[in-house]
């Protein structure tokens, strides 16, 4: 099958995990191949969007590729990393980030979402039109054409519930996985002074540099108080906190974080807070919901109370067991 197929379709609808965990094998081992790191940059985006698809399973190529261009932005220019399994050739989504970059002159020190939200966009529709052609179909291609429905003209992918199932069971280790094959790939063809903690970087490549664009939103809606424990907090001690840990989602969405003091921010830190503030958070996420301009944004439309609760329960199944509340909560 060619690795160019524009359009496919599911051939199974139901998948055991020990099919899904061979597929992964095969992706991972030197039987498929891995020419450049596009498939691995593919899973890691899928991982990072899991809880962006809507109810259907869909995504839309424009958010996936935000993720895509974003890893390979960060891999390419501000770590210098070569992503083809050739010296002196270059993957195309670098010639395309390079030429970027030297358009507008543009430092290696600048991470993507430093980049005014214009060139985000450039950046992510120049690699969209070129990397899909050759990325949707591959990974379609090895494993057996189950575990989505793709088509690159309508930009729409479609994922096999029993694999997005799967995916939510061991979003941690495949997290793990991916970032190891990926680690281990970038090692091998690159010089030596630029795969120095490779992995940190690798686990580390998605992450923002700042939350403050949702601390602006947040802060307008925002009575004061810190979510967890009650204090008021100044602004200038307000921190943003991912009430799903960020370990766990390696996602930003507005409806999983919310204004703690540092206190709290900092004692919470990688775990997973008590039940009972699940329940406040989905209030206030209907609270947001109920905001007109809010209700607009691409993370809250696909937002519902149902993936708040899963993301919750898969986490905890997932590892985060260690259950967190603030010291002393002020009412
Ligand atoms: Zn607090």
């Given at each position: 099958m060619s690795h160019k197929l524009q359009v496919g379709e599911m051939k199974a609808k139901y998948l055991t995990d020990k099919e899904i965990w061979g597929h992964f094998n095969y992706i991972f081992s030197s039987k498929s191949k891995n020419s450049t790191t596009y498939k691995f940059v593919l899973i890691k985006s899928i991982l990072e969007n899991l809880y962006n698809f809507n109810e259907k399973l869909e995504i839309n190529y424009s958010t996936l590729f935000a993720s895509f261009a974003k890893i390979y932005w960060n891999l390419v220019?501000?770590?210098?990393?070569?992503?083809?399994?050739?010296?002196g050739k270059k993957a195309e989504v670098q010639k395309i980030l390079l030429a970027v970059q030297s358009k507008y002159q543009i430092p290696n020190t600048l991470v993507f979402d430093k980049l005014s939200e214009e060139l985000q966009v450039e950046i992510i529709n120049k690699v969209k039109r070129k990397c899909k052609v050759n990325v949707m179909g591959a990974i379609y291609g090895d494993t057996a054409c189950t575990i989505y429905d793709f088509d690159n003209q309508k930009e729409q992918l479609k994922l096999n519930s029993t694999f997005f199932s799967f995916m939510q069971r061991f979003q941690r280790v495949l997290n793990y996985l991916t970032n190891y094959h990926l680690a281990l790939f970038l090692e091998k063809f690159n010089e030596k002074g630029d795969t120095t903690n490779l992995l940190l970087k690798v686990e580390n490549v998605s992450r923002r540099s700042s939350l403050d664009q949702f601390y602006q939103v947040l802060s307008s809606y925002y009575n004061g108080k810190c979510f967890y424990c009650g204090k008021v907090i100044r602004k200038q001690h307000a921190h943003v906190d991912h009430f799903i840990p960020w370990s766990f989602v390696q996602a930003d969405q507005l409806w999983n974080l919310v204004i703690a003091c540092s206190a709290c921010n900092l004692s919470k830190n990688d775990k997973l807070a008590s039940k009972i503030f699940l329940e406040e958070i989905i209030d206030r996420n209907d609270k947001l919901l109920s905001i007109p301009e809010l209700r607009k944004r691409g993370d809250m439309q696909v937002y519902t109370s149902k993936k708040l609760k899963d993301l919750y329960y898969y986490s905890r199944e997932n590892g985060f067991t260690d259950i967190w509340t603030p010291k002393k909560i002020i009412i």
């Amino acid at each position: 099958m060619s690795h160019k197929l524009q359009v496919g379709e599911m051939k199974a609808k139901y998948l055991t995990d020990k099919e899904i965990w061979g597929h992964f094998n095969y992706i991972f081992s030197s039987k498929s191949k891995n020419s450049t790191t596009y498939k691995f940059v593919l899973i890691k985006s899928i991982l990072e969007n899991l809880y962006n698809f809507n109810e259907k399973l869909e995504i839309n190529y424009s958010t996936l590729f935000a993720s895509f261009a974003k890893i390979y932005w960060n891999l390419v220019i501000h770590h210098n990393l070569n992503q083809i399994n050739m010296t002196g050739k270059k993957a195309e989504v670098q010639k395309i980030l390079l030429a970027v970059q030297s358009k507008y002159q543009i430092p290696n020190t600048l991470v993507f979402d430093k980049l005014s939200e214009e060139l985000q966009v450039e950046i992510i529709n120049k690699v969209k039109r070129k990397c899909k052609v050759n990325v949707m179909g591959a990974i379609y291609g090895d494993t057996a054409c189950t575990i989505y429905d793709f088509d690159n003209q309508k930009e729409q992918l479609k994922l096999n519930s029993t694999f997005f199932s799967f995916m939510q069971r061991f979003q941690r280790v495949l997290n793990y996985l991916t970032n190891y094959h990926l680690a281990l790939f970038l090692e091998k063809f690159n010089e030596k002074g630029d795969t120095t903690n490779l992995l940190l970087k690798v686990e580390n490549v998605s992450r923002r540099s700042s939350l403050d664009q949702f601390y602006q939103v947040l802060s307008s809606y925002y009575n004061g108080k810190c979510f967890y424990c009650g204090k008021v907090i100044r602004k200038q001690h307000a921190h943003v906190d991912h009430f799903i840990p960020w370990s766990f989602v390696q996602a930003d969405q507005l409806w999983n974080l919310v204004i703690a003091c540092s206190a709290c921010n900092l004692s919470k830190n990688d775990k997973l807070a008590s039940k009972i503030f699940l329940e406040e958070i989905i209030d206030r996420n209907d609270k947001l919901l109920s905001i007109p301009e809010l209700r607009k944004r691409g993370d809250m439309q696909v937002y519902t109370s149902k993936k708040l609760k899963d993301l919750y329960y898969y986490s905890r199944e997932n590892g985060f067991t260690d259950i967190w509340t603030p010291k002393k909560i002020i009412i």
